[in-house]
């Protein structure tokens, strides 16, 4: 089915852990966002592509780092969880960036 | 400043009336796109209705309206006849562009209404 693909859906890490959500999509999608959702807070963005190669940063990016290597996919990788990244994370995409996001059904991270 | 302002934390509705969520926005892009997506509680994020900021009409889609008021930068979503499965979060959010020529479009949320349906 087309759409985007969030692993895992659960993770729980040790404070200090490294590790990469995954974000692939298969509908030829361009822009390709992550988001982090807060109780009280919304959605807050953390980076964002326009294409392979091209990434930028959002509102909360520290302690995030992305590539785009593929049109297909999207990794956020946390280099040295911290409590403070417990979070909804999730992955969207739309063809241009304008409009038609599709929304991936999230990860759900506790960092211990 | 907030780019997205969703004042109403919760909102309580009976069965089968309508219910208007408030969404104000803030932006001085001349071009951007106003949504609105439900979060039921099983967390995914559905896309419910779509405004341009040159389209002449408000938009419709099927129960949702959008009520567009440029001039007040308001974009609140009208749900008509209620349904139980409404019930869910409820977020406001404004497409702008980054920056200028180019396609750096971004997505800003508003903090979400809690929209509880009573039978």
């Known amino acids: 089915n087309a759409g985007v693909t969030q692993t895992p859906k659960f993770q729980v890490l040790k404070t200090g852990q490294s590790m990469t959500l995954q974000c692939a999509q298969d509908m030829n999608h361009e822009y390709m966002s992550w988001y982090r959702q807060d109780p009280g807070m919304g959605l807050r963005l953390i980076h964002y592509?326009?294409?392979?190669?091209?990434?930028d940063q959002g509102e909360v990016p520290n302690g995030y780092n992305v590539s785009r290597s593929t049109t297909e996919d999207f990794p956020l990788r946390l280099l040295s969880a911290a409590p403070s990244q417990t979070s909804v994370y999730f992955c969207?995409?739309?063809?241009?960036?304008?409009?038609?996001?599709?929304f991936g059904s999230g990860t759900r991270l506790t960092v211990v | 400043a907030q780019k997205i302002t969703q004042t109403q934390p919760g909102m309580f509705v009976q069965e089968k009336e309508a219910v208007t969520l408030d969404c104000t926005y803030d932006?001085?892009?001349?071009?951007?796109?106003l949504f609105w997506y439900k979060q039921p509680s099983s967390g995914e994020m559905i896309f419910l209705i779509y405004?341009?900021?040159?389209?002449?009409q408000n938009a419709t889609e099927g129960r949702y309206s959008l009520n567009f008021q440029k001039a007040r930068k308001s974009a609140n979503l009208v749900i008509s006849a209620s349904q139980l499965g409404d019930s869910a979060m409820y977020f406001c959010a404004m497409r702008e562009v980054k920056n200028s020529g180019g396609s750096n479009y971004k997505l800003t949320f508003g903090k979400g209404t809690l929209l509880t349906v009573n039978p």
């Open positions: 969207a995409s739309s063809r241009t960036g304008a409009y038609g996001y599709t």
């Open positions: 932006t001085s892009d001349p071009s951007y796109g």
């Open positions: 405004q341009g900021s040159y389209d002449q």
């Open positions: 592509s326009v294409g392979a190669g091209i990434t």
